[in-house]
T-cell receptor
Framework: DQQVKQNSPSLSVQEGRISILNCDYT??????FLWYKKYPAEGPTFLIS?????DKNEDGRFTVFLNKSAKHLSLHIVPSQPGDSAVYFC?????????FGAGTTVTVRA | NAGVTQTPKFQVLKTGQSMTLQCAQD?????MYWYRQDPGMGLRLIYY???????DKGEVPNGYNVSRLNKREFSLRLESAAPSQTSVYFC????????????FGDGTRLSIL
């Protein structure tokens, strides 16, 4: 039973435009949400997070939005850059553990 | 600045062979984790250790054992490897403070023939 879902396996965006990645979850006990970025042959690296008591967190070009009533979060990347081409994983935390989505592959076109 | 170090990076095994994947972290983190990643799927938790001396099952523990050797090291053992265990294995650690992320190693790519 997948508790965290990323329904878009891939996203292609032009350099300079906005990338929007979406994530849905089912478990109301999740207290903390994270986005990780992963390049090939490397481990996931932490990108940005948001506590369940907030609805927005911003860090430079990256903003995460949380809609608890809809059990939905999104990651906005503005402006998108070629180095942003990677796989992005949404993750949710409860009881020491993370549950991950299947990932969205972002390709930034020049 | 090593962070989380996994060894080996690659390994090929025959069905039925045993293997231990090593993980060490130098960040003085209490919690450590083992995940596997398969194509088209997210990371799935195999086992975790909330503190030195404790281990608990995650989502997919069958066929694996773990040892929390000390605060730094957390190993994953396949006693009798099966082709279904072909995967990329990631180790992670986390500081036990509010809303802290897990930090990952670069993975071990394991193929079982």
């Amino acid at each position: 039973d997948q508790q965290v879902k990323q329904n878009s396996p891939s996203l292609s965006v032009q350099e300079g435009r906005i990338s929007i990645l979406n994530c849905d979850y089912t478990n109301s006990m999740f207290d903390y949400f994270l986005w990780y970025k992963k390049y090939p042959a490397e481990g996931p690296t932490f990108l940005i997070s948001i506590s369940s008591i907030k609805d927005k967190n911003e860090d430079g070009r990256f903003t995460v939005f949380l809609n608890k009533s809809a059990k939905h979060l999104s990651l906005h990347i503005v402006p998108s850059q070629p180095g942003d081409s990677a796989v992005y994983f949404c993750a949710a935390h409860a009881d020491y553990k993370l549950s991950f989505g299947a990932g969205t592959t972002v390709t930034v076109r020049a | 600045n090593a962070g989380v170090t996994q060894t080996p990076k690659f390994q090929v095994l025959k069905t039925g062979q045993s293997m231990t994947l090593q993980c060490a972290q130098d960040m003085n983190h209490n919690s450590m984790y083992w995940y596997r990643q398969d194509p088209g799927m997210g990371l799935r938790l195999i086992y975790y250790s909330a503190s030195e001396g404790t281990t608990d099952k995650g989502e997919v523990p069958n066929g694996y054992n773990v040892s929390r050797l000390n605060k730094r090291e957390f190993s994953l053992r396949l006693e009798s490897a099966a082709p279904s265990q072909t995967s990329v294995y990631f180790c992670a650690s986390r500081r036990d403070s509010l809303n802290q992320p897990q930090h990952f190693g670069d993975g071990t790519r394991l193929s079982i023939l």
